[in-house]
């Protein structure tokens, strides 16, 4: 990346204006612009990382889930696909509703099934029982994003925590000549975070996050999404 043009040449090109700005605000959105393209480019210099990780440990047994048909197990959620995503969703047994934000994030995959399953396949995995998961579904509205009870725990102390916390999960894996071998997780937790930040891992996977950061108020530190909102019209 050495040889790409500096932002700042980029952001200098830029010939947009709106009705009634200041040169103060012109030259301001002008300096932002520029750590925009910055920031656009370390995204994808992080995921080029990402990509090119050695080959993950193999998984060390075809874990049993349960869904609305019945048993499966981890490698028959790959279906024809050779990458298979697991978000782990927070609605243990002991739980009296699921987390708002593992509630969030999920719906608005929702509505993105079709597009992501053209590339990898993707499951929800719960510790709850699968009629409590799909009772959840119905209330929501949601159809398409399937989602599987993990009745062992096995998988959950394997890669989301090995006490079995009611924590989320994104796992990735991977098929290969017929073995599965982990790819990628999500490895930020609380303790990373900057002050004065909400906790929040490398990939913003809910687009709420990144539709409220482009306002002035942005995301704030004490709101987050709730599972109803009585007041709201």
Known sequence: ??????????????????????????????????????????MEATAALRRALPPGGEVPQDYDFVGPEGPVKL??????????????????????????????????????FEDIRQRVAIAVVARSPIERLEAWKQERGWRQMPFYSDVSGDFTRAYVSPEEEDIPGYTVFERKDGVIRHFWSE?????????????????QMDPLWLLLDSTREGRGTDWYPSLRYEDEH
């Open 187 to 203: 490895e930020m937790d609380p303790n990373m975070t900057d002050p004065g930040q909400d906790g929040r891992g490398a990939l």
């Open 75 to 112: 490698s028959e959620l790959f279906g024809d696909k050779d990458t298979l995503i697991i978000y782990s969703f927070m609605y243990g047994p002991g739980s009296k509703r699921p987390c708002p934000m593992c509630t969030s994030m999920v719906g608005s995959w929702e509505g993105k």
């Open 1 to 42: 990346m050495d040889d790409l043009v500096p932002a700042s040449e980029l952001a200098a090109k830029n010939t947009v204006q709106f009705p009634n700005e200041s040169a103060d605000y012109r030259s301001a959105r002008n300096a932002l612009l520029a750590q925009e393209i910055e920031l656009r480019r370390k």
